[in-house]
């Protein structure tokens, strides 16, 4: 799960990052508003975390702004002002959720992980491709009537591969969607989890039936797309 965190508060924003990072969570930070704002407009995210004091603008603003551009995506605003309209006027903002600071880090992941699991456009119904389902609100995924074991990392990868079915995505694409900014470019944990996946699907690089590398791209899930010219 990718996760926004506009935090202008270094010491914070890095606490909260490495936390949830243990937590199984990616997280990319924008230390303002304008940034924020750039962020959310060129990359994908599963939620946004929120402060509303930054130095370029007052959160309530860029929450509106978001809110506007995706109305599915859930926003948490983190925030020291407590004050009941606050709080009410964060909420009629479009934030999904609000909480005050200091906020201890296994809260923060448990509503997060609320946030994430209700029904939502930008989760959508279940995704299926012949016998291969997954249901992003439960976060779980099948082979025919078998559950397949998947680690959160495992089901985030095979989830963005199945959603851009036919289309090559490249490694890179993969590192940042599951992994965010935290990654070494020249890591191989995208091969790890492909092999992984391969493995509990059943599945052969030699002779792939769902998961197919494209040498020199990166992989793809399922025949090309009906608009796709191999070569090109």
């Known amino acids: 799960m990718r996760l926004l965190l506009v935090e202008d508060h270094a010491p914070l924003a890095r606490a909260l990052r490495l936390g949830l990072r243990g937590k199984g969570f990616a997280v990319d930070v924008a230390p303002t508003a304008s940034e924020g704002r750039y962020r959310f407009g060129v990359h994908t995210y599963d939620a946004v975390i929120l402060d509303l004091r930054l130095p370029d603008g007052h959160g309530l603003a860029l929450c509106r702004w978001m809110r506007a551009q995706n109305r599915a995506v859930p926003i948490l605003i983190l925030t020291a002002l407590d004050r009941p309209e606050d709080i009410v006027a964060g909420l009629d903002a479009g934030a999904d959720d ?135």
């Open 98 to 232: 609000y909480v005050v600071k200091p906020v201890n880090l296994e809260v923060l992941a448990a509503r997060l992980r609320a946030l994430l699991r209700r029904p939502a456009p930008s989760h959508g119904p279940v995704l299926q491709w012949r016998d291969v389902r997954l249901d992003p609100a439960t976060r779980q995924a099948w082979r025919g009537d078998r559950l397949l074991n998947l680690t959160p990392r495992e089901f985030d990868v095979l989830e963005y591969l199945v959603r851009h079915q036919g289309r090559v995505v490249s490694t890179e694409e993969l590192m940042a969607h599951v992994w965010g900014e935290e990654l070494d470019a020249f890591s191989n944990v995208v091969r790890v989890h492909i092999h992984a996946l391969r493995r509990k699907l059943g599945d052969q690089a030699q002779t792939p039936r769902y998961i197919e590398t494209i040498k020199g791209r990166g992989y793809r899930f399922g025949p090309p797309a009906a608009d796709t010219i191999e070569g090109q």
